[in-house]
Structure formats: structure tokens, C-alpha cells
């Protein structure tokens, strides 16, 4: 369920940007969510279903330097940080030098699924979306170069063993979760539906 393809070349650096990358309706939000279960900051405005940093949503969408500034603006506030947000893949290749130790969390799950929840969740046809996942294979192909960490997740063999995953994830990325959040990790995994964080739900309980 989770692959190493390429470990770090020294010791755990204690400063370290972990990019969950895949495509449009590929599995990034579960994977996400377990990360932020097991402890890692995502963003300070997150949408608490797809675990996505709006303000790097609205980055994405602006220049280089903007999403540069927002990076270093990171780094500074946290030694350990991670984003998801399918549509900035097109972005980082010119970003390498900004992200300090990126660790590339790519999530794998059949392409027949993918194409058809695209089509499904979006309203798009299925010619776009194809088109629109051959856009993703080659801005991948692009980042897989980088000389960093890859750790490969195989997206339907995570759904049946998720406390394992949450472990292997945890290990990949040198997160320290306790007990508890490595369960709630686990707990989070469910297929077919967008879930809240059990730290979302605490949030809006207060």
C-alpha cells in the first residue's frame, strides 16, 4: 500500500515540505487528511473536506512569486510543513529551490476510477477528463527528477488496511504521532466520501 521509490540521501532533515501530488478525484484528500491526523500542518485555512489550503488554491491560479512568497512565508513560520492542491502540480517544477527537503507523496489509484469520478464529481465528459489526467502524468513525470524523497501510495490497498498506512505514511515523513492519532488516522479512511478531521470536528463543536 505504500512504496518506497527514492529515500533521502542523508538523515531525517529536521526541516522538510511534504507535497501529497495526484491527480483530480486520485485519493490526495484521504491521504491528506490521515496526515494532518498524524500531526502535520496543512495550511491555516483549510477546507475541511479536501484538506486543501485555500490560500495556496488561491496561489495556484496567481504567479510564481506570489506562490514563492507564500513558501518562504511557510518555511518560516514551520520547520515541517505539507500542501495538497492537485492544480499547483503544473507550478512546482519551478519551485524546487524554494521547498526545503520536499518529500513527494504520490498517491496511486486505477485510472478507470479517477477518470470516472472526474467525470462524475466535475460534470465533465470523459474526453476531458483523460485529457485532463495525461496533463497530470506529464507535470509528474517533470517532478519524479527531483533529487528528494518519494514515497508512492497505492490508494485501494490503503482503504483496506489503513492503520498500517497511517504507520508506513508516519515513517516516510518522520511525523512522531501518538496513539491516539495514529487511530484517528485510521479511523478518518473511508471510501466513497469527503470526511472532516477529527480536528475539524473539534473545532466546530467549540
Known amino acids: 500500500m505504500f512504496r518506497l521509490i527514492r529515500a533521502t540521501a542523508h538523515s531525517l532533515p529536521a526541516q522538510r515540505t511534504i507535497l ?13 487528511g490521515m496526515l494532518r491526523e498524524l500531526g502535520l500542518f496543512m ?24 506562490i514563492k512568497e507564500l513558501i518562504e512565508a511557510r518555511n518560516r513560520e ?18 524546487f ?9 504520490v498517491v496511486l489509484r486505477h485510472p478507470d476510477a479517477v477518470l470516472l469520478s472526474a467525470a462524475r464529481r466535475d460534470k465533465i465528459d470523459l474526453a476531458e477528463s483523460m485529457r ?12 519524479l527528477t527531483w533529487p528528494c524523497a518519494i514515497g508512492a501510495v497505492h490508494f485501494e490497498q490503503g482503504l483496506e488496511d489503513p492503520l498500517r498506512l497511517a504507520d508506513q ?5 518522520g511525523l512522531e504521532p501518538s496513539r491516539e492519532q495514529l487511530h484517528n488516522a485510521a479511523l478518518f479512511v473511508h471510501y466513497g466520501d469527503y470526511r472532516h478531521t477529527s480536528l475539524d470536528k473539534a473545532r466546530h463543536a467549540v
Open 20 to 32: 501529497v501530488l495526484g491527480p483530480m478525484r486520485g485519493g490526495t484528500s484521504m491521504v491528506a
Open 43 to 66: 495550511g491555516h485555512r483549510i477546507q475541511p473536506k479536501v484538506h486543501e489550503d485555500e490560500e495556496f488554491a488561491q496561489a495556484a491560479h496567481g504567479s510564481y512569486a506570489y
Open 78 to 95: 514551520f520547520n515541517v510543513w505539507g500542501v495538497k492542491y492537485p492544480p499547483l502540480l503544473h507550478a512546482l517544477p519551478g519551485l
Open 97 to 105: 529551490n524554494a521547498l526545503r527537503h520536499p518529500f513527494l507523496v
Open 132 to 143: 485532463r489526467y495525461a496533463r497530470y502524468l506529464a507535470d509528474l513525470q517533470c517532478l
Open 169 to 173: 505514511l508516519a515513517g516516510f515523513t
